[in-house]
């Protein structure tokens, strides 16, 4: 079994046994980074990050994961963070977003262009603490990193990732 899955598997269960035995409900802050490899793009692309959440809808009627929050940016070979982050609240089961890097907002301030620049993409599961008394549910992503032409060609796609770090699973109480 993988650590994600055995971190998943925990946090569902603490989740449901919070919910049915007793009068309040455990509070599981999750956060887990990914990265994407460092791919190249030139004048006239667009690197596009894309996330999908892959948690299941739940049936009609049934209580399913609380949603969580993906924040997704993109860094350079230095590690300096290009172009404007975007974080997503609510990030609802089977749905995707998306954040665009055109190759002109991925020249540092001050620093002279060159025409190829080498990225990563990094999405951030939960980035900060929810709200006292809420819950952020974990969420099991895919993300892909294209870089697509000016016609609107995908030229490069990746969907590999590397967890950065260990996933944090930080178990707290909060009573109704």
Request: charged content about 10%; proline content about 8%; hydrophobic content about 40%.
């Amino acid at each position: 079994m993988s650590m994600r899955f055995m971190t998943l598997y925990a946090f569902a269960s603490v989740l449901l046994c919070g919910s049915v035995f007793g009068q309040s409900t455990a509070v599981v802050p999750y956060q887990e980074i990914l990265t994407t490899g460092f791919v190249g793009f030139t004048t006239n692309q667009t690197a596009r990050l894309s996330v999908l959440n892959l948690n299941p809808q739940p049936p009609v009627g049934a209580l399913g994961v609380a949603p969580c929050t993906v924040e997704m940016q993109f860094f350079d070979l230095g590690n300096n963070q290009l172009g404007t982050p975007k974080v997503v609240s609510g990030f609802a089961p089977q749905t995707g977003v998306l954040l665009d890097l055109d190759r002109a907002s991925a020249n540092l301030p001050g620093v002279a262009s060159t025409p190829r620049a080498q990225i990563r993409g990094l999405v951030t599961i939960n980035p900060t603490a929810p709200a006292p008394g809420t819950a952020q549910g974990p969420c099991r992503v895919m993300v892909t990193l294209e870089i697509v032409d000016a016609s609107g060609s995908t030229v490069s796609l990746t969907s590999e990732t590397s967890t950065v770090g260990n996933p944090v699973v930080s178990f707290g109480r909060s009573t109704h």
